[in-house]
């Protein structure tokens, strides 16, 4: 399965912009990039995903770098709402078919401070 | 529409016990996948079913064990359980399985075993 390297932590001010840095160089072709964020107590949440242009939602942005081996996940304006573990996933093809299979790394804990 | 449903949201057992947990996912998805969180391992996949069908299936024992019924509603079992099953055990579901699509998930079942 296609390995994911984050930071284990990271802190930002309320209110600033916030940039989690994800690698993936052994990335495929066909592999999409997902990130989700896990509350405390609470399920994983999807955030945004993306294959090889930069994409945006109401979440967050997701930076992905021309040769597709990292990608960044961008808060524009991190709330202490956004205090979370982030994971940054790759999603491929196995076999003959798809998969819903999630391989979740260590993540990315982000500490807001107000 | 309703979120993922996992029941019961607490369980405790006693080594050697057999347990069965419970997903009822989003109306209209008929993928679901089941993932195990401890803060040793971190989030595992278990095991993904569409249609009633497991398509694909962790490296987990043979005491895990899971179905799908015809409605999508998922249940997964652990027979003979150990202490090492101790765990927050994550239902998710997904319209399919595309790997360009978003997983849902449920607040999970935190199962203790004494």
């Known amino acids: 399965d296609a390995k994911t390297t984050q930071p284990n932590s990271m802190e930002s001010n309320e209110e600033e912009p916030v940039h989690l840095p994800c690698n993936h160089s052994?990335?495929?072709?066909?592999?999409?990039i997902h990130w989700y964020r896990q509350l405390p107590s609470q399920g994983p949440e999807y955030v945004i995903h993306?294959?090889?242009s930069n994409v945006n939602n109401r979440m967050a942005s997701l930076a992905i770098a021309e040769d597709r081996k990292s990608s960044t996940l961008i808060l524009h304006r991190a709330t202490l709402r956004d205090a979370a573990v982030y994971y940054c996933?790759?999603?491929?093809?196995?076999?003959?078919?798809?998969?819903?299979?999630?391989?979740f790394g260590q993540g990315t804990t982000l500490q807001v401070k107000p | 529409k309703a979120g993922v449903t996992q029941t019961p949201r607490y369980l405790i057992k006693t080594r050697g016990q057999q347990v069965t947990l419970s997903c009822s996912p989003i109306?209209?998805?008929?993928?679901v996948s089941w993932y195990q969180q401890t803060p040793g391992q971190g989030l595992q996949f278990l095991f993904e079913?569409?249609?009633?069908?497991?398509?694909n299936k962790g490296n987990f024992p043979g005491r895990f064990s899971g179905r799908q019924f015809s409605n999508s509603r998922s249940e997964m079992n652990v027979s003979t359980l150990e202490l090492g099953d101790s765990a927050l055990y994550l239902c998710?579901?997904?319209?399919?399985?595309?790997?360009?699509?978003?997983?849902?998930f449920g607040s999970g079942t935190q199962l203790s075993v004494l």
């Open positions: 998710a579901s997904s319209p399919g399985f595309a790997t360009n699509e978003k997983l849902f």
């Open positions: 052994t990335i495929s072709g066909t592999d999409y």
């Open positions: 993306g294959l090889t």
């Open positions: 996933i790759l999603r491929h093809r196995e076999g003959s078919g798809n998969t819903g299979k999630l391989i």
């Open positions: 109306s209209g998805h008929r993928s």
């Open positions: 079913y569409f249609s009633e069908t497991q398509r």
